[in-house]
């Protein structure tokens, strides 16, 4: 069983950085999810699939990781591009789109 070490994007509901500054270490499913007939609920009798690993670094959960054997593959983190921009910058002088409202 292989896992997966990323470090987590925000939420879209989310404008800080809060929760995103640590990696995760989390296992791959080792055998798909079934659906349960009585009540349709979906289950798995994979256990380790229930397992978050929470670290401080990327070195110490590659670390970790190395230690106990788990064969294991970084995702590294994609940054956000964004320009910066005030609310003010829709009223001035040298805007280049139309104002229009």
Same mark, same amino acid.
């Given at each position: 069983?292989?896992? +997966?070490?990323?470090? /987590?994007?925000?939420?879209?509901?989310? =404008? &800080?950085?809060? #929760?995103?500054?640590?990696? !995760?270490?989390?296992?791959?499913?080792?055998?798909? +999810?079934?659906?349960? /007939?009585?009540?349709?609920?979906?289950? =798995? &009798?994979?256990? #380790?699939?229930?397992?978050? !690993?929470?670290?401080?670094?990327?070195?110490?959960?590659?670390?970790?990781?190395?230690?106990?054997?788990?064969?294991?593959?970084?995702?590294?983190?994609?940054?956000?591009?964004?320009?910066?921009?005030?609310?003010?910058?829709?009223?001035?002088?040298?805007?280049?789109?139309?104002?229009?409202?």
């Amino acid at each position: 069983m292989s896992a +997966r070490i990323y470090r /987590p994007a925000r939420t879209a509901m989310q =404008s &800080g950085t809060a #929760k995103t500054e640590r990696w !995760l270490l989390e296992y791959e499913p080792e055998q798909p +999810r079934e659906i349960e /007939p009585l009540m349709g609920w979906t289950s =798995s &009798g994979d256990m #380790k699939s229930q397992l978050k !690993l929470w670290f401080d670094g990327r070195d110490e959960a590659i670390a970790y990781a190395t230690r106990n054997g788990i064969p294991f593959r970084v995702e590294e983190p994609q940054e956000a591009r964004r320009r910066a921009m005030a609310y003010s910058d829709n009223f001035k002088f040298g805007r280049v789109g139309q104002w229009t409202h």
